[in-house]
T-cell receptor, first 114, second 113 residues
Framework: NAGVTQTPKFQVLKTGQSMTLQCAQD?????MSWYRQDPGMGLRLIHY???????DQGEVPNGYNVSRSTTEDFPLRLLSAAPSQTSVYFC?????????????FGPGTRLLVL | AQKVTQAQTEISVVEKEDVTLDCVYE???????LFWYKQPPSGELVFLIR??????QNEISGRYSWNFQKSTSSFNFTITASQVVDSAVYFC??????????FGAGTTVTVRA
């Protein structure tokens, strides 16, 4: 049981480049989400999904796209990277039963946009 | 709207001292959950505790204890007899029925030997 996995661990992009951050979980969790962590701001929700085929925006969705074709995977796409997207990105997952399940986080992806 | 405030940015203590981390939250919902997560220098986020809004019973787990008070909208966290391994960033978070965790800015705890 690997839990929540994220790849890559670290990435450097040039402004305007695109890339996909991968997230996978093997716990059969219905709910998955992406957060970004910036100094002094805690974590902020980018996008989330309550099941395959269902996604919605969080607090800071601009510049990011997501899709959920399977229960296990929830990739985050940066269409045209900007320096403001330099951050640490965390994927999280949980069950979606009572509405208050604990979210478990992946190890994070550190992204630097030059 | 939900909001979590961790007023303490950094706390530095000497090993074996107790340290209390403050967390104040805002929500209009009557049903909500509060969480504490630990982020050690290695960077991962480790779940510590979850408390629902109907359970104000304080909890102790080893050297960790939590004090939840609805009257003051606070969910404070105490580390007793701190150790160097407790050095980390600690986040308080709130979820009010919609799975959208709202995090505080975090408190960096440094325990010196």
């Amino acid at each position: 049981n690997a839990g929540v996995t994220q790849t890559p661990k670290f990435q450097v992009l040039k402004t305007g480049q695109s890339m996909t951050l991968q997230c996978a979980q093997d716990m059969n969790h219905e709910y998955m989400s992406w957060y970004r962590q910036d100094p002094g701001m805690g974590l902020r929700l980018i996008h989330y999904s309550v099941g395959a085929g269902i996604t919605d925006q969080g607090e800071v969705p601009n510049g990011y796209n997501v899709s959920r074709s399977t229960t296990e995977d929830f990739p985050l796409r940066l269409l045209s990277a900007a320096p403001s997207q330099t951050s640490v990105y965390f994927c999280a997952s949980s069950y979606y039963r009572t509405g208050q399940e604990t979210q478990y986080f992946g190890p994070g992806t550190r992204l630097l946009v030059l | 709207a939900q909001k979590v405030t961790q007023a303490q940015t950094e706390i530095s203590v000497v090993e074996k001292e107790d340290v209390t981390l403050d967390c104040v939250y805002e929500t209009r919902d009557t049903t909500y959950y509060l969480f504490w997560y630990k982020q050690p220098p290695s960077g991962e986020l480790v779940f510590l505790i979850r408390r629902n809004s109907f359970d104000e019973q304080n909890e102790i787990s080893g050297r960790y204890s939590w004090n939840f008070q609805k009257s003051t909208s606070s969910f404070n966290f105490t580390i007793t007899a701190s150790q160097v391994v407790d050095s980390a960033v600690y986040f308080c978070a709130l979820n009010a029925n919609d799975y959208k965790l709202s995090f505080g800015a975090g408190t960096t705890v440094t325990v010196r030997a």
